[in-house]
């Protein structure tokens, strides 16, 4: 959060002047507070590449060797390195390395480092290490690769089908991918690749020549030095700021010079790409050449005070990763750079092009060769990791707000909502928890004793969470600042020597530099309960502030030329670092108990790997309508780039929500993989219950209806570990081929459940447009009310009033819920369930529960349940049956039920309905046994009927079947 105004009050006399300075600069207009390319120089530089690529004559500098730097029998694999020389600077050298990697079905990797410089300065490599599961990505075996060189061409032929090529012209240097001979993707095909050498000051104009430096053009210069060439046409006017930058009332040092790179990549034949979260824009993302947007998204981890809700502008996190999309293929790229990053978008006729340009770092490219979005998940799952099944309470209802004031106050708002029957699994703490923000240590006038209040809220099946942020107050009597101090892992100012210090809402503050492994087992330790001996099993975490937000610092975040570890600028790394914080903290929740237990770490910072640490939400929305409807295609678009658990604040951070709206946030909420609400200190209280009826029992049925479902978003999250795929699936990940649907991003499908969900986003709603792309009846899962299935894609309307929103069945698919409320999730696992079987036109539905003890690690052992539900039609009759899915994907016989599952063995299916049955049965009975089940039939359109009305509906009662066994239902 950030809010000067409210957290002024709140401290001592003393700072206040200090700070009014500081606050009256840093927010005179949040605009103001960041960058605009034209503000960087680097981007300066590099966007106008692509203006002077229009004159003619223009074309790349830049060629390859036609022989190898090194090759596959050095490096023991499919990889080689070409030389990549320039004619602009004849004496400086770069290497391009072709990588081909043995998992993910073929993902290509294409490095640029500059090589031979004989400045002592080397570019950050060491994205990769952070951002891969792997940082050493293992090649794939030469044999695997088909070379063919020729004179100015290398081709390599690749993928598990070996259908995929990559064929490097040499001068100029080109890169085309081709799957089945079709070209998928261009790397400089527009000539703006560009890498700017490291270079000594002397070398700059500036430095020549005393104090007419910016007259003197760097050609003048190289002519009258060494004879180079005129590098003007490519390079442009010769930049005052290579060397020092001012932003505002910052200077930017910059010792290295400039390192700055530039790269385009088109994917011809396409109109549509995502990703590059996170930004406040549409999922598919427009153009940045003027119209809708004129900035280039940027990728710049930022704490914005009130963003915008349709803009490029930068926010918490970065993830340089982009799908492209046609009905015939998707293809991937991921761009590991960690400083700052830019992308200009162009919706050209040919397809969609886009400039990269980032200030710092190697170039590492990694091409993800799909050819479906399914694949895409599992090529990045492969490289970056998934989300680790979440602890399963984490997925039922967190209560925010800054804050809650003291444990009455906690206790009084647990007693509220079990008073008014209102499920909750998480009570949250915002800052003022703690003594002068000095995390780890509780204010005790307000909680005199942390572990009795946690031992109370855990007695009820729930939890807590405290924030932890990586400000550290500067005060010697706070033993986590003491110690960072002995350690030496502080984050060091430009010198490289002395602690860098900045404000934030401890005031004086230093920062952890987690890249240094020497604050990690130190930093595990300050979780352990003999440590912070004010926690307890049931105390978990959120790390805000972690891009790291310096309220007195550049852009609201640290200097760029701060030195962290090994001597790596802030620059270089800045976009991990939220990572890393989030990180430790994951690593130190684990290992809190023995067994190890499942972590749970928010965080707001993040970069392309984070999904292994934990959960993130959208920071400090507003509360507003449109902020409301900008959520869901932020919150897809960070599934799709990997960060499936994910949501926003209900009700918006900032203001106060009508009641009206507030109830829309908590459908759009229910229906986010990260369910919490969370308020601003200026709002108004608005727990549900305080609110009068309608809207209070709305709310209740909002957050009750979000228990029913917790077993489908579990199931999800098992899917999404396995393979990446996202919780929250747009329609273009449903349904690739579905061009006309590629750019909605307004409403979504969980999982796999067949689930569709489209909030309501707008005031004095009472109907709404869903789209469906597929030839499938769909069935409204409050009122059963019946779409039929259709030849074509099409728009339905579906009543909207206030309690109700889109929430569509696609036939098909068999949904296991619990129905039963409860006043915690942790109180549910012995629950019998209900099947909500929606059938396909041609009479069948198959379904999927993943079940384990929601908290330990056992499952990895095999000890979960993994159920499989089919129904089929055939001759009259229809059979729906339970069976296990975990032996049938390995192909293996039953899995043995462990012990957490056989505590569960008695768990029934309490209610089944069948929605779309063409007749009335006569009989519904249990294969093997004997008498006629309980059922009651209504009638209405069958699965295969033309015209809309409500689906016909059996409902079996009391079937006495248990979830964990095989059985089968013959309906006939
Ligand atoms: C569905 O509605 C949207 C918005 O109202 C419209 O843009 C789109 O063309 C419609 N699609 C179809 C297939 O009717
Ligand atoms: C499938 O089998 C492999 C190897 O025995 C095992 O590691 C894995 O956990 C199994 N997967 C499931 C989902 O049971």
Known sequence: MQEPRAW????????????????????????????????????????????????????SPYSLGDGYLSDAAQQGGASWTFSLDTELYPDIHFALTVDFLSKGDGIARLRVDEVGSKLPWKRYNEAAKWA????????????????????????????????????VDHAPFKVTFRRSGEDIMYINERNLF???????????????????????????????????????????????????????KWTDSKPKGPEAFSVDISFP?????FGLAEHASPLSLPSTDGGRYTEPYRLWNVDIFEYEHDSTMALYGAIPLVHAQNTKHSVGLLSLVASETLVDVVHAKSGVQTHWMSESGIMDLLILPGPDPASLFKQYAALTGTTDLPPQWSLGYHQCRWNYIDDTDVLEVQRRFDEEDIPLDVTWLDIEYAEEHRYFDWDKKHFPDPVKLQNEVGAKGRKMV???????????????????????????????????????????????????????????????????????????????????????????????????????????????????????????????????????????????????????????????????????????????????????????????????????????????????????????????????????SIMRDTIRL????????????????RTGTPTMRPQYVVFPKDDKGFAVDDQYYVGGSGLLVKPVTAPSVDSSQVYLSDNQPYYNYFTHHFYPASDSVRNVTVPSPLESFPLLVQGGNILPIRARARRASTLM??????????????????????????????????????RGFRAVSERGQTVVSSFDKASSENGSALTRLGSWASQIADVHVEKLVILGLETKPTSVTVEGEAGDLAWVWEDGCAATDKAEGTASRLTIKAPGVRVLREWSIRIV
């Not at 890498?195 to 000051?201: A, D, G, L, T, Y």
């Not at 034949?269 to 790409?273: P, S």
Request: glycine share 8%; proline share 4%; hydrophobic share 40%.
């Open 269 to 273: 034949g396409v109109e549509h790409i």
């Open 466 to 696: 405290a924030i932890v942020d990586p400000h550290i107050k500067r005060t010697d009597d706070f033993r986590i600042y003491k110690d960072a101090q002995d350690k030496n892992v502080i984050t060091k100012k430009s010198d490289g020597k002395t602690n860098f210090e900045g404000w934030c809402w401890t005031g004086s503050s230093v920062w952890v530099d987690f890249f240094n492994p020497a604050s990690w087992s130190w930093w595990k330790d300050m979780f352990s309960f003999n440590v912070w001996k004010d926690s307890t099993k049931f105390l978990f975490i959120w790390n805000d502030m972690n891009e790291p937000s310096v309220f007195d610092g550049p852009e609201i975040s640290m200097p760029r030329d701060n030195v962290h570890h090994g001597g790596w600028e802030h620059r270089d790394v800045h976009n991990i670092n939220g990572m890393m914080f989030h990180r430790a903290t994951h690593d130190a929740l684990v290992v809190r108990e023995e067994p190890a237990k499942r972590s749970f770490v928010l965080s707001r910072s993040f970069f392309a790997g984070s999904q292994r640490y934990g959960a993130i939400w959208t920071g400090d929305n507003m509360g507003t309508w449109d902020h409301m409807a900008g959520e869901t295609s932020m919150l897809l678009s960070l599934n799709i780039c990997g960060m499936t658990f994910c949501g926003a604040d209900v009700g918006g951070f900032f203001g106060n929500p009508s009641p009206e709206m507030l109830i829309r946030w908590y459908q759009a909420g229910a229906f986010m993989p990260f369910f919490r609400a969370h308020a601003h200190i200026d709002t108004k209280r608005r727990e549900p219950y305080l609110y009068e009826d309608p809207y209070k």
């Open 706 to 721: 979000r228990y029913t479902m917790l077993p489908i978003w579990y199931t999800a999250f098992h899917e999404a570990s």
């Open 194 to 248: 560009h890498m700017e050498h490291f270079r000594s000051k002397a070398e700059t104009p500036a430095q020549v020549d005393g104090g007419d430096a910016a007259a003197v053009s760097e050609q003048q210069v190289f002519s009258a030095t060494s004879g180079k060439k005129d590098t003007t046409w490519f390079e442009g006017e010769p930049d005052a700021e290579l060397w020092e930058e001012r932003f505002s």
């Open 8 to 59: 002024l009050w709140r401290w001592p006399l003393a700072f206040l002047l200090v700070l009014i300075t500081v606050v009256s600069t840093t927010h005179a207009a949040k605009h103001g507070d960041f960058k605009t390319c034209s503000q960087s120089s680097f981007c300066r530089r590099l966007r106008s590449l692509s203006e002077r690529a229009q004159a003619s004559g223009f074309h």
């Open 829 to 866: 696992w012995r629950d019998p369930f209900t099947l909500v079987v929606a059938l396909r036109r041609q009479g069948d539905a198959q379904g999927e529960l993943y079940l384990d003890d929601g908290e330990s690690f056992a499952y990895a052992n095999g000890d979960y349940v993994w």
């Open 132 to 167: 891969l599961v792997d940082p050493e990505p293992a090649l794939t075996a030469v044999g695997n690769v088909k070379k063919v060189s020729s004179k100015g061409q290398t081709r390599f032929t690749y993928g598990v089908n070996s259908d995929l090529e990559l064929i």
